[in-house]
């Protein structure tokens, strides 16, 4: 296909955009149940077209996590339609009024949820992102124009014939869910300059592409940013519930972005918690990385450089640093964080106070795993992504960070003097 595949496709959910406004939630609903049931009725098709990129990835020798991120099973592909059901099953947030006040001149003025418009995705190789992209989109009333990457195309293609053939059988216009089949670098700028007809851009993937989009786009473009996400173990803490928390945001699913990539611990406590951390975490395969002091402490591993601190790394490998309180936990995570996810392991009640305040993220965690950063997790549903900017949408981003607002006023006859 030549350059012109983008434009039509985008003017396509631009048209489909009009529409999809003013569908009624029970038509919504029913398209986004009947998409849910076709992806698992289609399971061996999907399967099959997975099975394809997934050999391409292989004899491109991609990191095993990126592989990994690429896989669709029949575990997976429920887990994708039950998504969809839950998004469903959410309340419609189009057309909810905000608030509304009267005014000394008799004017009433709310304010009231409404759609985007078009909401362009460019995402790399994570074909679940196809189905939570339009399944979300479909739900705010928007159109998805959505954007793979070549290592999963194959995937894509298949899913979407899938789930855009059973929403138009309930009623959703042609258009709502529109793949670019492209997937040469020209294809995503054609999308950065489509200003009027993409109303807004949401990339998802490495830092690369997410520069690339938020440098270039002249389309608004909600950032999601890179996961170097950190946990501190302060000195009060649990020690049996930081070893559990730590293994786990490491281990559970390195090659995501809510998943640690650097461990703070207080001094006061490295030389009791560390060994036995480091064990555990070297016997599931993790390659530890650490600053002159913790390898003082534990000397079978490797010692971190400066690029380290600031690696997502998306594998099974911990940069680890012996820190001097909270104070310089804090001021490390604010220089070298991308703002994702940060936790803290404490007892002490004001340091997880001033934990909650003085880290700046999208996510900040007491006691617990930063694995959690997650619409599903956080009850929102499936979700378009993490947001890492502060403008209109920060964190998970579910159905109503999909939607604007706009004011609505009624009068009786009032002009202004």
Known sequence: MNKSEVFERASKAKDAARLLSNLSTEVKNNALLAMADALEQETDTIIQSNKIDVEIGKKKNLPAALVDRL???????????????????????????????????????????????????????RPNVTVDAAGLALKAGNAALLRGSSEAINSNKAIVKIIKSAARGKGIPPGAIELIERTDRKAVEEMMKLRGYIDVLIPRGGPGLIKAVVENSIVPVIETGAGNCHTYIEASADLKMAKAIAFNAKTHRPGVCNAMETLLVDKRIAQEFLPELVKVLQEAGVDIRGCEETCKIVTNIKRANEDDWSTEYLDLTLAVKIVNGIDEAIAHINKYSTKHSEAIVTRDYNMSRRFLEEVDAAAVYVNAS????????????????????????????????????????????????
Not at 72 to 98: C, F, H, Q, T, Y
Not at 399 to 415: A, D, P, S, W
């Open 370 to 417: 930063t694995r959690f950063t997650d619409g599903n997790q956080f009850g929102l549903g499936a979700e378009m992504g993490i947001s890492t900017q502060k403008l209109h949408a920060r964190g998970p981003m579910g159905l109503e960070e999909l939607t604007t607002t706009k004011f609505v006023i009624y009068g009786n006859g009032q002009i202004r003097k």
């Open 71 to 125: 896989v669709l099973n029949e575990s997976r592909i429920k887990g994708m339609a039950d998504g969809l059901r839950e998004v469903a099953e959410l309340p419609d947030p189009v057309g909810k009024v905000i608030s509304m006040w009267r005014r000394p001149n008799g004017l009433e003025i709310g304010r009231r949820r409404v759609p985007l418009g078009v909401v362009g995705i460019i995402y790399e190789a």
